[in-house]
Nanobody, 125 residues
Framework: QVQLVESGGGLVQAGGSLRLSCAAS????????MGWFRQAPGKEREFVAA????????RYADSVKGRFTISRDNAKNTVYLQMNSLKPEDTAVYYC??????????????????WGQGTRVTVSS
């Protein structure tokens, strides 16, 4: 079992920044790809970013490319999402997820095995 706990969400003005963290327990994440997803009110959950276990590869949704950066510290069993130049349309609950299978960076939520409870991000205009 893997437990994931997100933190770092909050209220921020447009143009501001937030850094989300996802701390894992129960199993080391050092060999697993990790992803961030988000779900806005009334919308389906969507892919935001993913990072390989080696940190060599990352992948981003077009809507956040150039503004968000995913990173990880395997020694701390933690994954981060640095969000800059935030826009009101970034408002959502953000979830981290662990992919326990080998291979490419997945972007569909049903391919991830474990999920955190989410942290809410609200961007005011």
């Amino acid at each position: 079992q893997v437990q994931l706990v997100e933190s770092g969400g909050g209220l921020v003005q447009a143009g501001g920044s937030l850094r989300l963290s996802c701390a894992a327990s129960g199993r080391t994440l050092g060999r697993y790809n990790m992803g961030w997803f988000r779900q806005a009110p009334g919308k389906e959950r969507e892919f935001v970013a993913a990072i390989s276990w080696s940190r060599s590869y990352t992948r981003y949704a077009d809507s956040v490319k150039g503004r968000f950066t995913i990173s990880r510290d395997n020694a701390k069993n933690t994954v981060y999402l640095q969000m800059n130049s935030l826009k009101p349309e970034d408002t959502a609950v953000y979830y981290c997820a662990a992919d326990l299978h080998d291979g490419y960076l997945r972007i569909t939520d049903n391919e991830y095995d474990y999920w955190g409870q989410g942290t809410r991000v609200t961007v005011s205009s």
